[in-house]
């Protein structure tokens, strides 16, 4: 088996899939499936250990078209469209169709309400002109939980839905937190206004938090990062620092240098910073925009409305706990991790996806046809 994924970006400030969808392929392509990426080239892309069975190749959207033309069935049992919107995803969508080369389509939170109301009238022309066809006639629709599940029912979409979360690499996870006493509390992310960061930083200033300190790392726009720095420095707290991109070993090392992350987010299908942190052993605030309600069920962290009251709230009560009660919660999140979101048994749940749209085994319990 042979499968071409499609991304439109592998550049590291393009947010968690260009990292989630490089990491898990290389994995599939470990359990027998010879996978490959093609993505537009970027200036500074992350870093793919590639291998025989697991290729990566960047192709402009002219040359895409070209690669297009070429596409046969002969070549690719299936094809996987990691996003939406986006007409470099579009172009391998309907060259597959052409080919009758089955296709899944992964909408990485792009159909979530938060998303849909942003640019509306830009979306119903796109979901017009070719989006609502190129999802209608996919094979399948992946999605990540059930809250994006129910997104894509809602909007009428009565294709098989796969529902397979994103996977860390516990691996390269090399140690976990030990010591809850440096009064940290970090934001990780891309710096964007979906992210709620100003919800954050509001809510930071209604605390007395003398002694601590609050460290937000992520890239994004100038203009959106400068409006940010306004806000801090009107609200004076001078213990609130932007810390710019955190990559690597660096993102590891960053998150366990805090006691407790913070993704006050309006919108995620997955959030894979949450559970990056609940891997090291960090408890977690975020929000009912993500699937993350489990981390009040584990006590491994808290999931809140995204708004100022509740997330003032949620911080002083999190800020106030011992450091062996955040230890213990650092410690059910890791087990959390473990047991549900192992990237090696998500690479067997997208593997089977694959020989199921093939034929070449009965449906997961994972994909429903409701």
Same mark, same amino acid.
């Given at each position: 088996?042979?499968? /071409?994924?499609?991304?439109?970006?592998?550049?590291?400030?393009?947010?968690?899939?260009?990292?989630?969808? #490089?990491?898990?392929?290389?994995?599939?392509?470990?359990?027998?499936?010879?996978?490959?990426?093609?993505?537009? #080239?970027?200036?500074? @892309?992350?870093?793919? %250990?590639t291998t025989a069975a697991f290729q990566v190749n960047f192709l402009s959207l002219i040359k895409l078209v070209l690669f297009g033309l070429k596409l046969s069935k002969k070549e690719y049992s299936?094809?996987?469209?990691?996003?939406?919107?986006? &007409?470099?995803?579009?172009?391998?969508?309907?060259?597959?169709?052409?080919?009758?080369? #089955?296709?899944?389509?992964?909408?990485?939170?792009?159909?979530? &309400?938060?998303?849909?109301?942003?640019?509306?009238?830009?979306?119903?022309?796109?979901?017009?002109?070719?989006?609502?066809?190129?999802?209608?006639?996919?094979?399948?629709?992946?999605?990540?939980?059930?809250?994006?599940?129910?997104?894509?029912?809602? =909007?009428?979409?009565?294709? &098989?839905?796969? =529902?397979? @979360? *994103?996977?860390?690499?516990?691996?390269?996870?090399s140690t976990a937190k030990d010591t809850f006493e440096k009064n940290r509390v970090v934001f990780l992310s891309r710096i964007h206004e979906k992210k709620g960061i100003e919800l954050l930083v509001e809510a930071w200033g209604k605390l007395d938090t003398e002694g601590w300190e609050l460290e937000i790392a992520g890239e994004g726009a100038y203009s959106y990062? *400068?409006?940010?720095?306004?806000?801090?420095?009107?609200?004076?707290?001078?213990?609130?620092?932007?810390?710019?991109?955190?990559?690597?070993?660096?993102?590891?090392?960053?998150?366990?240098?805090?006691?407790?992350?913070?993704?006050?987010?309006?919108?995620?299908?997955?959030?894979?910073?949450? %559970?990056?942190?609940?891997?090291?052993?960090? @408890?977690?605030?975020?929000?009912?925009?993500?699937?993350?309600?489990?981390?009040?069920?584990?006590?491994?962290?808290?999931?809140? %409305?995204?708004?100022?009251?509740? /997330?003032?709230?949620?911080?002083?009560?999190?800020?106030? /706990?011992?450091?062996?009660?955040?230890?213990?919660?650092?410690?059910?999140?890791?087990? /959390?991790?473990?047991?549900?979101?192992?990237?090696?048994?998500?690479?067997?749940?997208?593997?089977?996806?694959?020989?199921?749209?093939?034929?070449?085994?009965?449906? &997961?319990?994972?994909?429903?046809?409701?």
């Amino acid at each position: 088996m042979k499968v /071409l994924n499609v991304i439109a970006s592998l550049d590291k400030s393009a947010g968690g899939p260009s990292r989630s969808v #490089p990491q898990t392929c290389g994995h599939v392509s470990g359990l027998g499936v010879s996978v490959e990426i093609v993505a537009r #080239p970027s200036r500074n @892309p992350v870093q793919v %250990a590639t291998t025989a069975a697991f290729q990566v190749n960047f192709l402009s959207l002219i040359k895409l078209v070209l690669f297009g033309l070429k596409l046969s069935k002969k070549e690719y049992s299936l094809v996987h469209l990691q996003h939406i919107w986006d &007409p470099y995803i579009h172009v391998v969508a309907r060259f597959s169709r052409l080919s009758q080369i #089955p296709y899944i389509i992964s909408p990485r939170g792009m159909l979530e &309400p938060w998303i849909m109301k942003r640019h509306r009238l830009k979306k119903q022309l796109a979901m017009s002109v070719y989006q609502r066809r190129d999802l209608k006639e996919a094979a399948c629709i992946h999605v990540t939980s059930l809250m994006e599940k129910a997104s894509v029912r809602e =909007l009428g979409f009565a294709n &098989p839905v796969a =529902l397979i @979360p *994103n996977g860390i690499d516990i691996e390269r996870v090399s140690t976990a937190k030990d010591t809850f006493e440096k009064n940290r509390v970090v934001f990780l992310s891309r710096i964007h206004e979906k992210k709620g960061i100003e919800l954050l930083v509001e809510a930071w200033g209604k605390l007395d938090t003398e002694g601590w300190e609050l460290e937000i790392a992520g890239e994004g726009a100038y203009s959106y990062l *400068n409006k940010l720095k306004a806000e801090i420095t009107k609200g004076r707290k001078q213990n609130i620092r932007l810390v710019g991109a955190k990559y690597g070993n660096d993102k590891w090392e960053f998150l366990k240098s805090a006691d407790l992350m913070v993704l006050p987010t309006y919108s995620e299908n997955f959030g894979n910073v949450v %559970a990056e942190a609940l891997a090291v052993g960090v @408890p977690v605030i975020t929000t009912t925009g993500t699937p993350w309600v489990e981390l009040n069920t584990t006590r491994s962290g808290w999931c809140i %409305a995204p708004e100022v009251q509740q /997330l003032t709230e949620t911080l002083k009560l999190a800020m106030s /706990l011992p450091p062996e009660e955040l230890k213990e919660m650092g410690q059910n999140g890791q087990k /959390l991790i473990a047991e549900k979101y192992d990237i090696k048994q998500i690479a067997k749940q997208i593997k089977e996806m694959y020989e199921w749209i093939e034929g070449r085994i009965e449906k &997961p319990d994972f994909v429903y046809l409701d």
